[in-house]
């Protein structure tokens, strides 16, 4: 392999954590969300998210290596405690159904809190 180059320098630490957060901070929701990583035939890891914004234009968001783990853990938190569902069985994590478009995920011991919050605020509390 002397001939190879690298095609994809990850950077180290992972900007999509930032870029998430930007998403959620403009007002995007992630309309679809595999529920696992996909392996692709040479090994790398690869994950994609797509995203849609108040307008209807929508985007698809991929990341290999690394970045697809971060990715994953990233968009697979508990809306109320923050804990991330990576590497946990995937029973352990529940999808709530917020709107015909969007589900947020929470963790068994928090559901109770999400619904007293669904109940005080209606559904417009999940809308990001």
């Known amino acids: 392999m002397t001939g190879s ?4 320098k990850p950077v180290v630490p992972s900007d999509i ?3 998430v957060h930007d998403l959620v901070n ?3 929701r992630f309309s679809f969300l595999p ?7 040479n090994g790398i890891e690869y ?6 914004g108040r307008d209807g234009s929508k985007f698809i968001i991929n990341a290999y290596g690394s970045e697809a783990l971060d990715l994953f853990d990233e ?7 923050g804990r991330s569902i990576f590497g946990k ?3 352990s994590l529940i999808a709530y159904h917020t709107d015909e478009k969007r589900n947020v995920f929470v963790e068994p011991s928090c559901i109770n809190l999400l619904k007293k919050f669904e109940i ?6 999940f809308v990001r």
């Open 5 to 8: 180059k690298l095609v994809h």
């Open 17 to 19: 954590k930032n870029l």
């Open 26 to 28: 403009k007002k995007y």
């Open 35 to 41: 529920e696992k990583v996909i392996y692709m035939n």
């Open 47 to 52: 994950y994609y998210i797509e995203a849609e």
């Open 75 to 81: 968009v697979h938190r508990c809306v109320i405690c």
């Open 89 to 91: 069985d995937q029973d």
């Open 120 to 125: 005080a605020y209606g559904k417009e509390f």
